[in-house]
């Protein structure tokens, strides 16, 4: 069995968009993961077949209803009752490498792409169901976000990555963004690639690469390094 991908979704179209390209369009091709999209709007009981309504309290745009995105959840947990279910949503946990790595780990994911105002909150009294954000900043829909999760699930799947080893010295995995790379040719206007990684002395080149990890990570994420420190 395939690690599986249910996303649930008013637009099923946009998948599998950019993840039927390159490295995870090749596994998608391969079999190593595969993809079912569940249109919402199949799951509403009304004549208009409507999904969202006003929210409650008052203010502006909708809010997607418990009622429907329920019966859509409960449709895909009878098909795969193992993966977990996902909501994206920019008032979710956010989304990190240790979670991306865990899901990959597992049997799939279905994922519930957030579009209007929201979500009734009643749902996630109602279903287990894990809020997950990209990032701080808000998307137009939940769309886009589930085809990063699903992009950072693919390229862990046994198979897909070339080098065996090329997971595990990259950014986020030690805590630290990584280090800079540089490749041919050595001088590119006026500017030369660092002495140090042409020494071939391995040692060096390694301490190098720490040291370049931890500084670059202290500019430019200093809440990194504070978690670093935790750990
Ligand atoms: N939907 C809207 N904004 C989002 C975000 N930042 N992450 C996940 N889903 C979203």
């Known amino acids: 069995m395939s690690w599986n991908a249910n996303v649930l979704t ?3 179209e946009m998948f599998p968009g950019p993840l039927a390209h390159s490295l995870a369009g090749r596994a998608l091709d391969d079999g190593i993961w595969s993809l079912d999209t569940v249109q919402i709007r199949d799951f509403a ?3 208009h077949r409507s999904v969202d309504d006003t929210p409650a309290g008052g203010g502006a745009g909708m809010v997607m209803r ?3 995105l329920a019966a859509a959840i409960d449709h895909v947990l009878e098909r795969q009752p193992q993966a977990p279910v996902i909501a994206m949503t920019p008032r979710g946990l956010p989304l990190t490498q240790l979670l991306v790595r865990a899901l990959a780990a597992g049997p799939g994911v279905s994922i519930l792409c957030g579009r209007f105002e929201g979500i009734d ?4 009294e109602a279903r ?10 808000v998307l137009s829909g939940g769309e886009t976000g589930a085809l990063v999760l ?8 046994p198979g897909v990555m070339g080098a065996a080893t090329s997971g595990v010295e990259e950014s986020f995995e030690a805590g630290l963004l990584e280090y800079p790379h540089y490749t041919r040719p050595t001088e590119w206007e006026g500017r030369t690639i660092p002495e140090v990684l042409r020494s ?3 040692a060096k080149i390694a301490a190098w690469r720490k ?3 931890e500084e670059d990570t202290r500019s430019r994420r200093p809440d990194l390094i504070e978690r670093h420190r935790d750990v």
Request: hydrophobic share 45%.
């Open 66 to 68: 418990a009622d429907v």
């Open 200 to 202: 071939g002395d391995h």
């Open 10 to 12: 008013l637009y099923p």
């Open 128 to 137: 287990t169901i894990i809020p997950v954000s990209i990032g701080d900043y």
């Open 121 to 124: 909150e009643r749902l996630f």
């Open 150 to 157: 699903l992009d950072a699930c693919i390229r862990l799947l």
């Open 45 to 47: 009981t009304d004549k």
């Open 211 to 213: 040291a370049r990890a």
